[in-house]
């Protein structure tokens, strides 16, 4: 009964996230220099191949696996979100947009699950 009272609110919040997110993603016009440059050139990579998160995609080189910065295989990240971010760089080009959307889309969900977790909790 109490989550059909704060069905409104929960609207409100949930189109106040949407917008918080699209606002975060539309400050900068450039990819940051360390993670997220990184983190898109892993997800163009994985456009071709799905299963294997390259940060090269043909080597020049060998490199040692404790360099994980240098790595052929880059596992710095979960690949759930390399997925949707290939996802979305497949949908919509290759962008800095296309890059933060399955960030600005989770975090608005987000929203949803926080409130359903305070819900449970009062």
């Known amino acids: 009964m ?7 609110p929960l609207i409100i919040l949930f189109i106040l996230g949407i917008i918080l997110s699209f606002y975060a993603i539309s400050l900068d016009d450039f990819l940051n220099l360390w ?3 990184f ?5 163009k ?16 080189i060998e490199i040692a696996s404790d360099r994980w910065d240098h790595a052929h295989v880059w596992l710095h ?3 759930l979100f390399l997925w949707q971010m290939a996802l979305s760089l ?5 962008n800095e947009f296309a890059v933060r959307l399955p960030s600005a889309i989770m ?3 987000l929203v949803l699950l926080a409130f359903g977790i305070g ?4």
């Open 2 to 8: 109490t989550l059909l009272k704060s069905k409104y």
């Open 35 to 37: 993670d997220e440059r």
């Open 39 to 43: 983190h898109a050139l892993v997800a």
């Open 45 to 60: 990579n994985m456009i071709g191949s799905p299963l294997m998160p390259s940060l090269y995609e043909s080597p020049f």
């Open 77 to 79: 990240k979960q690949p």
């Open 90 to 94: 497949k949908i919509f080009g290759y």
């Open 107 to 109: 975090h608005s969900l």
């Open 119 to 122: 819900s449970m909790l009062s």
